[in-house]
């Protein structure tokens, strides 16, 4: 089955702890994306890759790390999280950027005490 | 600045009725339009994607329509089921080329009551 995966699905951390949100996809897609979604306001993309070791900032980037080693994973990295990246956060994938459709995953809800 | 807007925020219609979502944008260069639709909790699923060329797409029960020139697209869902109850997002692809950068709208909360 074609799809996006991402682990783990929901984490309660403290500040400071560094943690990875990994982001898989099947689909042999070149643009993979991530994204924050919270109350009220619209998806704000946090980075993005137009392939294998290509990555650059979106919207909101601070506090945020990725990499793309291989073309079917995508993580994200916070070094040190603080209570504002409480939120949920969204991984995506397209076979490039444009007019292709975006194959989203189910989400991981990530909450920063 | 591009822009998406979305109206109504939130929306309750009974079960069977029709409905009407709409989405104002302010996006140059326009590539694309797409509708979304996310159930709670979970990852948004494509329900359509129209180019500048395309002024109507249906999807089921869903029909997109979109006025270039005045910039408005609107989704309309067709004898609604408890199961459309869930947020409707409109999302405008800018960029001609290489990397077409995706700006969302916030999104109409439908429910669908019985």
């Known amino acids: 089955e074609a799809q996006v995966t991402q682990n783990p699905r929901y984490l309660i951390t403290v500040t400071g702890k560094k943690l990875t949100v990994t982001c898989s996809q099947n689909?042999?897609?070149?643009?993979m994306s991530w994204y924050r979604q919270d109350p009220g306001l619209g998806l704000r993309q946090i980075y993005y890759s137009m392939n294998v070791e290509v990555t650059d900032k979106g919207d909101v980037p601070e506090g945020y790390k990725v990499s793309r080693k291989e073309k079917r994973n995508f993580p994200l990295i916070l070094e040190s999280p603080s209570p504002n990246q409480t939120s949920l956060y969204f991984c995506a994938s397209s076979l490039f950027s444009g007019g292709y459709e975006q194959y989203f995953g189910p989400g991981t809800r990530l909450t920063v005490t | 600045k591009n822009q998406v807007e979305q109206s109504p925020q939130s929306l309750i219609i009974l079960e069977g009725k029709n409905c009407t979502l709409q989405?104002?944008?302010?996006?140059?260069?326009?590539?694309?339009l797409r509708w979304y639709k996310q159930d709670t909790g979970r990852g948004p699923v494509s329900l359509t994607i129209?180019?500048?060329?395309?002024n109507t797409k249906s999807n089921g029960r869903y029909t997109a329509t979109l006025d270039a020139d005045t910039k408005q697209s609107s989704l309309h869902i067709t004898a609604s089921q408890l199961s459309d109850s869930a947020s409707y997002i409109c999302?405008?692809?800018?960029?001609?080329?290489?990397?077409?950068?995706?700006?969302f709208g916030a999104g109409t909360r439908l429910a669908v009551h019985p």
């Open positions: 689909m042999n897609h070149e643009y």
């Open positions: 129209m180019t500048f060329s395309e």
């Open positions: 999302v405008v692809s800018a960029g001609s080329g290489g990397y077409n950068k995706l700006i």
């Open positions: 989405c104002n944008y302010t996006v140059s260069p326009f590539s694309n």
